[in-house]
């Protein structure tokens, strides 16, 4: 059973930094496209940063030059190191990854459960 466990979250001040980690359990399955999102309250699910198989990079306009994401592909694990962390980036931070399944050769997008970020004023 495939499992995507974050960890990182917490409160810091303006300015401040946090680096997340989410490991990606189970067996039998290649990880393609890894990628975090976040959610504010009261708004929609969207993308933070993502990175491919190659280590090709993508970042939402507000957190480039501030966040870095990155994947150790031998531990199943993919980094989001944010620095100079604003009140905007309050949220809850979710770790997203695209398997491809030996054997059935399925696709499939999993989720984390989040961790939430809060960044004080």
């Known amino acids: 059973q495939v499992q995507l466990v974050e960890s990182g979250g917490g409160l810091v001040q303006a300015g401040g930094s946090l680096r997340l980690s989410c490991v990606v359990s189970?067996?039998?399955?290649?990880?393609?496209?890894m990628g975090w999102y976040r959610q504010a309250p009261g708004k929609q699910r969207e993308l933070v940063a993502r990175?491919?198989?190659?280590?090709?990079?993508d970042y939402a306009d507000s957190v480039k030059g501030r966040f870095t994401i990155s994947r150790d592909n031998a531990k199943n694990t993919v980094y989001l190191q944010m620095n100079s962390l604003k009140p905007d980036d309050t949220a809850v931070y979710y770790c997203?990854?695209?398997?491809?399944?030996?054997?059935?050769?399925?696709?499939?997008?999993?989720w984390g459960q989040g961790t939430q970020v809060t960044v004080a004023s």
């Open positions: 997203n990854a695209g398997l491809l399944h030996w054997g059935t050769h399925h696709y499939r997008d999993y």
């Open positions: 189970g067996t039998r399955f290649s990880i393609d496209a």
């Open positions: 990175i491919t198989s190659g280590g090709n990079t």
